[in-house]
């Protein structure tokens, strides 16, 4: 079955320490993006890519990091930067831009 | 840029109707409908590309006013299972590939 897999389902932080979230999409998509999604707030662009190399900051950038070496693969790394990383994260991948968006399950993430 | 979405919430007994609206103080010039339930990932619903145009699946359809740069969810009899968060989205100006997604509305269906 194609889809999108995000690992692991909950994750948890300690103060000062990095963290990477898996996204792996066998749906053959060239976009990928990475949403935060806080209570009441929808979900916020955190970076996006068109395509394998390439990614751009979304609108809530500052404290993450991303890669895009393989076109099933966009890994979300939360860095130490970031101060309140507390939130469901959602991957999601499409053909390409404006198409519709499929989204993983999420993961959680909070802190020690 | 982030669209904005009403009601924020809405509680119906089964059988009823609702709508949710999505307006954008920006031109729009496609809007996005997902649907979430609790803890899961969004569902796509439906894409509206054009101005004036319509589109349904089962007893839940939408319109897109481009003109007024809104769009409208409509839920005609509903059903248990069209409980969750509905969520708008309209491309990022800065980006063009992604979305930017409303608030969204919690809609609870009642027995």
């Known amino acids: 079955d194609g889809g999108i897999t995000q690992s692991p389902k909950y994750l948890f932080r300690k103060e000062g320490q990095n963290v990477t979230l898996s996204c792996e999409q066998n749906?053959?998509?060239?976009?990928m993006y990475w949403y935060r999604q806080d209570p009441g707030q929808g979900l916020r662009l955190i970076y996006y890519s068109q395509i394998v190399n390439d990614f751009q900051k979304g609108d809530i950038a500052e404290g993450y990091s991303v890669s895009r070496e393989k076109k099933e693969s966009f890994p979300l790394t939360v860095t130490s930067a970031q101060k309140n990383p507390t939130a469901f994260y959602l991957c999601?991948?499409?053909?390409?831009?404006?198409?519709?968006?499929?989204f993983g399950a999420g993961t959680r993430l909070s802190v020690l | 840029q982030q669209p904005v979405q009403s009601p924020q919430a809405v509680i119906l007994r089964e059988g009823e109707d609702a709508v949710i609206n999505c307006s954008s103080s920006k031109a729009l010039y496609s809007v996005h409908w997902y649907r979430q339930k609790h803890g899961e990932a969004p569902v796509f619903l439906m894409i509206l590309l054009k101005g004036g145009e319509q589109k349904g699946h089962d007893k839940i359809s939408a319109s897109f006013n481009e003109k007024k740069q809104q769009s409208s969810l409509y839920l005609t009899a509903s059903q248990l299972s069209y409980s969750g968060t509905y969520f708008c989205?309209?491309?990022?100006?800065?980006?063009?590939?992604?979305?930017?997604f409303g608030k969204g509305t919690s809609l609870l269906v009642t027995p």
């Open positions: 999601a991948s499409s053909i390409g831009g404006g198409n519709i968006q499929y």
């Open positions: 989205g309209t491309p990022n100006s800065n980006s063009g590939y992604a979305l930017n």
């Open positions: 749906l053959n998509h060239d976009a």
